[in-house]
């Protein structure tokens, strides 16, 4: 052992042409080759979101304008106002989004800390069927359940109600509980003796010394949990049919049946449609990213 | 058998009453409608009058449905364009990402933020980026002299269209490369580089190995993800033009929620499970020959 890393350096000594001032150029060169690489790929990852603001501004005339122009003469900021307080209540899907959302996000952090703490924590014999389970519906493919889910809430009369889209969220999804779980499990056990002995009920420790640990992985499933259900489109055309009841999503998609040459508003309803989730997603960011990073979505 | 402590008795029933929550919404909105799927697929049931039992006839006609051929070669299609694109695309850039620069973070926000966008909104914006004469793409191909495709307007070029968008919106695949990235320890890059291997082969010998688990995992759940993506394709195609993005889900959205052919859409929802199923157990045999563990 000693020979082999004593041997190693004689044999493989770096090349002999490269002075410590050539290295230091050679890596220099490489960083900014790094920088722009960065820089393009960047530009393409946005300028899609430029195009849309852009065209957003636009009048309807150099909307349509042949050949197409890149940017708009005269900047149409009433767009905004017209597409939104056009012929559909843009307003009302709004508020129908949040309330949705909100009840949703409520319903899977409850329904998701419980098991995920169990599932880490406590011992039970049918504890490993059950996590099996919860693994293999993560990988069962929604569509098979789509047309019973439907067949039994249409049964229940919920069609047209918030019930289907809200109710479930309540009873836990797969992969937040797994999520969750593989956090808990990271947390030193000590922690949770200490807890014990000082008399904490179970609910106690999962509250005061889990979560305010677990703040990482929370944040991202907030935010999954936030962007799935505000970006839901199916399951809301599914089962939401009244206007005063449908989503922002559903109204988008109706808009562009409406006008279909009408690019500059559409993209200017869509920009703001968007909106809230970019300002959670700058708000929750680096907690989210350490989130995913720490809870082993990394498939380890 | 041992007897079991009153104390371990109540960890148990603690631990069946945390799971609660989960295992109802198991039993109501997995393993029951999974059952249900079941035996619907052996029925026929337009929602209105009373199913009745077919056997294996809807079975029999999904093997003689060229259509459903039609929409497995399509989502087959769908799925090796985007899982190849997307897993080289993305693993170039969470390189580039990993790499101590400045603003490090800014360019991680920027790429990961269609991602955290994607849904109906996505959709139309591509329906528009995908426009033959006003799109952004044929603007850019415009600007070199280039006379872009028809895009979602073509045949032949609906599904590259579309998989350029589900490489648009991967950044999830970007976050799991770089948690894996970072994950490589750095003792490896130092040895090599006593060993005087240059960049690429540090890339070749240390990086890729030892990310192949990570690209195995982006690949299976891409391939997933990808055989089940249709709600986007629903808004922007409608399966158009002809049949030309007509995949699997879509097929299936259709046959329940435009026809009402409940028992059909069932047997259907069953093939794609075996689709999956053949797909990723392929994947899993050929990992045998690429794939690096470090500890078997």
């Known amino acids: ?300 | 058998m041992t007897a079991v402590s009153p104390l371990a008795r109540r960890e148990a029933r603690r631990f069946h009453l945390f799971v609660s929550p989960w295992l109802i919404g198991f039993v109501l909105f997995s393993a029951g409608p999974i059952v249900a799927a079941v035996v619907l697929s052996f029925m026929k049931w337009n929602l209105l009058q009373t199913p009745s039992w077919i056997g294996f006839g809807n079975y029999a006609r999904m093997f003689n449905d060229p259509e459903f051929w039609e929409s497995i070669e399509n989502t087959v299609q769908y799925g090796l364009g985007s899982v190849a694109l997307g897993v080289t695309f993305t693993f170039v850039l969470a390189l580039l990402l990993n790499q101590p620069l400045r603003f490090q973070g800014l360019f991680r926000t920027v790429m990961y933020l269609p991602s955290v966008v994607s849904g109906l909104a996505t959709a139309l914006l591509w329906i528009n980026i995908l426009h033959p004469d006003y799109g952004l793409i044929n603007k850019l191909l415009a600007s070199v002299g280039i006379d872009g495709p028809g895009w979602l307007a073509s045949q032949e070029w609906a599904i590259p269209g579309l998989v350029l968008m589900s490489v648009w919106g991967a950044g999830n695949t970007i976050v799991i490369y770089l948690a894996g990235l970072q994950g490589i320890p750095k003792t490896l890059y130092e040895a090599a580089e006593i060993d005087g291997a240059g960049w690429w082969r540090r890339f070749w010998n240390v990086t890729v190995p030892m990310m192949s688990p990570v690209i195995f995992f982006n690949v299976v759940t891409g391939f997933i993800a990808a055989l089940q993506s249709y709600v986007l394709i629903l808004v922007m195609t409608e399966g158009g033009p002809g049949n030309a993005t007509m995949v699997l889900g879509l097929y299936i959205y259709r046959q329940a929620f435009v026809y009402f052919d409940m028992g059909y859409a069932a047997t259907l929802s069953w093939a794609m499970f075996v689709l999956v199923i053949i797909v990723t157990a392929i994947q899993f045999s050929l990992a045998r020959r690429w794939v690096h563990y470090e500890f078997k």
């Not at chain 1, 319903?107 to 919860?134: D, K």
């Open chain 1, 1 to 300: 052992m000693l020979l082999e890393t004593a041997a190693r350096p004689a044999r493989t000594k770096p090349g002999p042409s490269l002075t410590s001032d050539q290295a230091e150029r050679i890596r220099r060169i490489r960083r900014s080759g790094a920088y722009v690489l960065l820089i393009i790929s960047s530009a393409v990852f946005l300028l899609p979101f430029l195009w849309m603001l852009t065209t957003s501004l636009k009048s309807d005339a150099d909307n349509l304008a042949f050949p197409p122009q890149w940017l708009p003469d005269s900047f149409h900021v009433e767009n905004y106002v017209k597409g939104w307080t056009g012929s559909l209540p843009f307003t009302r899907f709004l508020l129908n989004t949040i309330l949705i959302t909100a009840l949703s996000m409520a319903g899977n952090l409850i329904s998701c800390v419980l098991p995920a703490y169990a599932f880490a924590r406590m011992r039970a014999r049918a504890a490993g069927i059950m996590f099996t389970a919860l693994l293999a519906t993560m990988m069962i493919p929604r569509e098979i359940t789509l047309v019973p889910k439907f067949i039994m809430f249409s049964k229940l009369g919920w069609v047209d109600t918030y019930l289907p889209l809200v109710v479930p969220e309540f009873f836990g999804v797969a992969l937040y509980i797994f999520l969750l779980r593989q956090f808990f499990t990271t947390i030193p056990q000590e922690l949770i003796d200490a807890a014990r002995i000082d008399g904490a009920s179970e609910l106690r420790i999962l509250w005061s010394v889990m979560l305010p640990l677990a703040k990482p992985a929370i944040a991202a499933i907030c935010l999954f949990s936030f962007v799935g259900n505000w970006n839901q489109y199916l399951e809301n055309t599914l089962y939401l049919r009244s206007m005063e009841k449908i989503t922002l999503a559903q109204g988008l998609g109706m808009f562009s049946g409406q006008y279909v040459t009408q690019y500059n508003q559409m993209m200017a309803v869509a920009l703001l449609s968007m909106l809230p989730i970019l300002v959670v997603f700058f708000l929750a960011q680096k907690t989210f990213i350490r989130g995913v990073t720490l809870t082993g979505i990394a498939g380890r």
